[in-house]
Nanobody, 124 residues
Framework: QVQLVESGGGLVQAGDSLRLSCAAS????????MAWFRQAPGREREFVAT????????SYADSVKGRFTISRDNAKKTVYLQMNNLKPEDTAVYYC?????????????????WGQGTQVTVSS
């Protein structure tokens, strides 16, 4: 069983940066594939970024490529999402997700565990 707790959300202006963190419990964190998704009001949950066993295998949604960076610290059992040059359309609740197979995928149904989410609001 894995529990995920997100933090780092907030209200910022367009062009600002935020770093989200996702702290995980469980002894097998190193073996889990991790990802960030987001959901804006009235919209479906969408893929943002995913990372495999180490920081060398990552994948991003086209809408965030070049602005967001996903990384993980296995010693701290934490995954991060560095978000730069934020835009109003990035406003959403951001969710951390984990799956017991460390193969990157953008499919939300492939993830077994989810956090409660952290709100990110970007004003224009």
């Amino acid at each position: 069983q894995v529990q995920l707790v997100e933090s780092g959300g907030g209200l910022v202006q367009a062009g600002d940066s935020l770093r989200l963190s996702c702290a995980a419990s469980g002894r097998t964190f190193n073996n889990y594939g991790m990802a960030w998704f987001r959901q804006a009001p009235g919209r479906e949950r969408e893929f943002v970024a995913t990372i495999g066993l180490n920081n060398g295998v990552t994948s991003y949604a086209d809408s965030v490529k070049g602005r967001f960076t996903i990384s993980r610290d296995n010693a701290k059992k934490t995954v991060y999402l560095q978000m730069n040059n934020l835009k109003p359309e990035d406003t959403a609740v951001y969710y951390c997700a984990a799956r017991s197979i460390a193969v990157v995928t953008s499919r939300p149904g492939a993830y077994n565990y989810w956090g409660q989410g952290t709100q990110v609001t970007v004003s224009s």
